[in-house]
């Protein structure tokens, strides 16, 4: 090892063991998590995103209407997947966008998220033939798949995580290591999955119980024992399938 090599390491070790980890620059924390990505902790940003749009929703309609409804995108849990996806991609561009304008940040992510429901619709009316959300009564919308009031939302939204809650939150989530975190973040991730596939499972089975196609496997039989129609619409009391009037 080299003499200026020695000198850097005894250096770092100075300054490790002069200033306690309370006073050494939160900031840099901070710029260490975003710029080295670990994805079990973008996981956690997917699960808090899933929670907080769907408490959410549910609260905003409550306000509206007086009704506690459903908007879980699961059959389990009060967890909805669309906002936990924005989520990620909201953290995505505030690892981009740390020292942008707040007019910047919100016309990005207006964009991006309005951009990110337009498609995410689209791909439900492709492969689950079914819609969740219809914008069409709404002025300035893009096939009743996404709106001006929610791309306004969307860029709110925007801020609101980049400004106030990502910087508290990636401090919080430097504290997930060791081996018990990694094992309990993977039981999340494989019930989330797990979650997500039955779900899908349990919506195309309303669907064909719509159109009165009998079960044909234990499985199916199973879904419409436990998930029947009546089950499937408190879960889900705005999903309108787009072959059927039902």
């Known amino acids: ?23 050494i620059d939160s900031k840099a924390k901070e710029d260490a998590f975003v710029h080295n990505v670990i994805y079990y902790k973008m996981f956690y940003i997917f699960m808090i995103g899933n929670l907080f749009g769907c408490y959410m929703e549910q609260i905003q309609y409550y306000i509206q209407r007086g009704i506690w409804e459903s908007r879980a995108g699961v059959i389990w849990g009060p967890f909805c997947e669309i906002y936990g996806i924005g989520a990620v991609l909201i953290f995505l561009l505030y690892r981009k966008m740390t020292e942008s304008s707040t007019v910047t940040i919100f016309a990005v992510s207006a964009v991006c998220g309005s951009t990110f429901e337009y498609l995410a619709r689209l791909f439900q009316e ?11 009564n709404q002025p300035f919308n893009l096939g009743g798949r996404t709106s001006l009031k929610y791309a306004i939302y ?83 009391p705005h999903l309108k399938f787009m072959d059927t009037t039902a």
Request: proline fraction near 3%.
């Open 126 to 136: 492709i492969v689950f033939h079914s819609i969740t959300w219809d914008y069409s």
């Open 1 to 23: 090892m080299k003499y200026s090599e020695i000198g850097d390491a005894l250096k770092e070790q100075i300054i490790e063991n002069t200033y306690p980890e309370s006073i």
């Open 154 to 236: 969307w860029g709110l939204l925007g801020l609101i995580f980049i400004r106030g809650i990502f910087p508290i939150l990636i401090r919080r989530l430097e504290n997930i290591r060791g081996r018990a975190a990694f094992v309990f973040t993977w039981i999340i991730i494989l019930f989330m999955s797990v979650n997500l596939l039955c779900s899908a499972a349990a919506v195309n089975r309303w669907n064909e119980r719509i159109q009165n196609q009998p079960a044909d496997s234990s499985v199916e039989e199973y879904l419409d024992h436990h998930y029947d129609n009546d089950t499937m619409k408190q879960i889900f």
